[in-house]
Structures are given as C-alpha cells and as structure tokens.
C-alpha cells in the first residue's frame, strides 16, 4: 500500500508532470480505469475550462473529504443548483467594488503583521514567518466572515484554522489521493499499514465543524447584544429574515466557512523566500517605494498605481510559484474532443498550473525570478500577468480580488519597513535554502521551511509601524 501512495504522489505531482510527460497542450493517463487529462498549458486550460465551461464545470468525488465532511464547500460540491447559490453569495460580496471597503481592514492587519516581525527581530524564523503571515490570512477572513479581530496567535480562529490547515496538508492533491483511485480503502481500519486516511479525517471533523457553526454563533451573539459589526454573515442573516426562504443555514455557514480556504498567506511566504534568494529586487522596490511614498509613512493602496516595480514583484511572486501548483480538478459532464483526441464523459481534468508559469513561449527564463518581465517594452519584456493562479471558467477562485489587495499591501509594507536577509550557521556561512527542497507538494504549496533574518530597514520605521496600528485601533 505504501508503494501505491508513493506511485500517486510521484506521478501526480505537479512538480514531476512535465519531466514525465510530452504531449503539447494535453496529455491523458489512465490510472486504475480512472481516465484523467492533464492540461499543460493556458491555451488548452482557456479552451476547455473557459470555453466549453458548461460541461467542464463539475467536481469529481474526493472521499477523503466527504469522511471530513467538506465535500459541500464552494471549491469542491458538485456543479449544479447549490453551487451556483454559493458561487452568487460569495461574488455578492467578495466583487471587485465591494472588496475595496475592505481595504482600510486589511491595510491595518498589513502593519500588525509588519509589526509582529519586527517585534521579532532580527531573528524570525520561517516557522515564526509562517504563523504571522497565516495570523495575517486568517484575521482578514475572519473580520470579513464575522466581524472578529484576530489579536493573539491563540485566537480560536487561528487555532483552529492552524489545526485544519496542518492535518490537511498531510492528505495530498484532492483528487490525487489513493483514494480517489480505490474508494474501498476508506472502508479499511486506521492501523492498516499506509493508510492515514482515518486518522486526518478524524483530526480534520472538529476544527471543520467549528468553523461551520462557531462563526455564526459570534455573529447571532452579536445581533443579540446590540454591537454588530459589518460582515458576510450579518448581511446573509439580515437578508434571511427579510426572506426566510432565499437560503438556509446550512447555506450561509458552508459559504462562510469556504472563505477559510484563502491561501494568500503560502504566497507571502514565497515572496519572503524570493527576497532572501534575490535581495536585489528588494532595493530596487524599496529605492521605487522611498521615491514615491517617502520614508515617513508606509505605502497604501492610493500609492498601487504608483509603484511599478512593487506590483510587478507581486505577479511575479504568483507567478514563480503558484500557491496552488495543480488546480483543483474539473469533471467532465459529457463526451467532447479537442484538438483530434476524445475525451469521454467522466474524465478528471487537471489544470497544470505550475507548468503553464513555466511556459517558455510566454515566460522567458520562467524558473527565474525576474519582475521586470511584465513591464512594457523596452524596459521589461511585455510579458501577461499570471492570471491562471486564481483557476478557471467557473471555478475561478471567488476571492482572488481580495487575495489580489491582501498580497498587494502585505507586500509593499513589508518592503517599506523590512530589511530580509540570509540566516547564518554556526561556522558563520550564510545559509542560503534551495527552492525545490523547501516548497511543499498538497492543497497549497508553500515553503516549509528556510531560515532567515527580518530586520528593521532604519529605527524609525518601527515607530511608524507601530503609530500605524495604534491609529487605526
């Protein structure tokens, strides 16, 4: 069984896909009866996930998330009815017009995590790293979800978000899990040897289920007491009262608790292990933000339009390694062709996210990091902008304009006030991680872990920071 759970990982990787398989556009693997298409590159994605989205919409079984009991969230129910209903709750409020309300939110948890780094510092760590930039996803969704303020890492938000997020990441790629090949393995005792589909369905059933109902709770415990606070879950229960029939409960928790999933933070991480690996577009931005902002408060989003080079690093950083390298997969619901291949009804398509950022006929060089790439010619090379990292047709990401601001501001501010550099080792050597060692393979892929330095760019910037957040609270 543990040969079985090796030969799906490796091959269903997304970092292996392209050093195993050559087929242009589209490649097709039968995997234990189970027909599955891999799409390599945008065009083919845009074709048929965009294109012909109306039969490409469809999720395919995950049994391990049915046993957790998410398999009703947005990014994973079935296309039909429910899903529409949920994908409409979630564009209500999560649109591009009503996003910039929430710009004045996520700008203070951009300082406050600033702040918990250099309260760090100098020596933050990537596991420090992690939880403050996971403190920095999770508290933007939780004030957008119920009005709650994260203030402590011992939240229960943060607790139990932390706890689902960790047992998840042991169970691999939805729909590239053993099984998602052998189903009858979920009927199997826990202490069968290489079978620790029991065991993450058992950690993951809590925190899921707290999310569900305790974000609802706060909310009705708000209304009773007379101090609500704007959120998802306030207008979904005012608008349920005025209509009981328009939705349900059940409804308006599943909607809430999806927006848990956000992985925004995975790409901070990645921008902080781009920095460390390429400090010479940490000063350019910084000479760009210095120039345009000044050294006498942080960049805000009025600045966005203004600094170039900063919203390049931004894309490049979805770009260089995508916080989500093999899509969720789609179902096909009938029988198609494409380019002279059948496809039959039933088939599992992957959107091969991590190869189309590696496309050398749009990205040159694609394995470096290299953010002028976007910029018009002749200072950069007029590349698009990664827009793939957010999915497609249907199932495009019903967040990505608020992941968009989140990873915009938390990155300009950590340009304007820190300086990251190399960790050293005890003979005084600079310790310099290696990127394919330290990125994960699973439901968001991310650095596990690198060693590194978070100092403060110049003393006064601290106390900016720290008036900042003391205004805005």
């Known amino acids: 069984m543990n040969g079985l759970r090796f030969m799906v990982r490796k091959i269903l990787s997304p970092s292996h896909f392209s050093d195993l398989f050559f087929s242009g556009d589209i490649m097709y693997l039968d995997v234990l009866g189970n027909p599955m298409i891999v799409l390599d590159t945008e065009k083919g994605a845009v074709d048929l996930l965009n294109k012909r989205s109306s039969i490409y919409s469809d999720r395919p079984r995950f049994i391990l998330y049915e046993m957790i009991g998410w398999s009703t969230t947005l990014s994973l129910m079935p296309y039909g009815k429910r899903f529409a209903a949920h994908r409409q709750l979630h564009r209500s409020y999560l649109n591009r017009t009503k996003c910039r309300e929430f710009r004045p939110m996520q700008t203070l948890e951009a300082r406050t995590l600033v702040k918990n780094l250099l309260d760090a510092a100098p020596a933050a760590y990537s596991d420090l790293i992690n939880r403050q930039e996971a403190t920095f996803s999770t508290g933007v969704v939780a004030q957008i979800v119920a009005g709650h303020r994260i203030s402590s890492d011992d939240d229960p938000y943060m607790r139990t978000t932390q706890a689902l997020r960790e047992s998840l990441g042991r169970s691999g790629v939805p729909g590239c899990t053993a099984l998602d090949f052998l189903p009858f393995l979920r009927y199997l005792p826990a202490w069968f040897p290489g079978l620790p589909f029991g065991t993450i369905a058992k950690e993951c059933r809590p925190p899921l289920q707290w999310l569900y109902n305790f974000p609802l709770q706060t909310v009705q415990g708000q209304m009773e007491n007379g101090v609500v606070k704007p959120s998802f879950l306030l207008v979904q229960l005012e608008r349920m009262s005025e209509n009981p029939e328009s939705r349900s409960y059940d409804d308006i928790k599943s909607a809430a608790a999806a927006m848990f999933g956000s992985t ?35 960049p805000d989003f009025e600045d966005r339009q203004h600094l170039p080079l900063v919203e ?51 990205y040159s060089s694609p394995k470096h990091f290299f953010p002028e790439r976007f910029l018009p010619k002749p200072t950069g ?86 008036v900042s957040v003391l205004d805005e609270d």
């Not at 047709?393 to 501010?413: K, T, Y």
């Open 264 to 298: 925004i933070w995975s790409s901070v991480t990645v921008f902080i292990l781009a920095m460390l690996l390429h400090p010479e577009w940490q000063v350019k931005a910084q000479k760009e933000i210095d120039s345009v902002v000044g050294q006498s408060r942080l």
């Open 312 to 362: 390049c690093i931004v894309q490049e950083t979805l770009r260089w390694h995508p916080p989500t390298e093999l899509g969720v997969p789609h179902r096909l619901m009938e029988d198609d062709f494409y380019q002279g291949m059948f496809i039959p009804k039933g088939s599992t398509v992957f959107a091969n996210i991590r190869a189309m950022s590696l496309d050398e006929s749009i």
């Open 381 to 466: 090379k007029g590349e698009p902008h990664f827009v793939s990292a957010y999915g497609f047709g249907r199932r495009v990401c019903s967040g990505q304009h608020l992941a968009d601001q989140s990873l915009w501001i938390a990155i300009a501010s950590i340009l304007a006030a820190c300086m990251i550099s190399n960790a050293y080792d005890e003979h005084g050597n600079a310790i310099v991680p290696e990127t394919e060692d330290v990125m994960s393979d699973g439901v968001s892929s991310h650095p596990n872990g690198f060693p590194c330095v978070i100092s403060c760019r110049d003393t006064h910037f601290k106390g900016i920071v720290l």
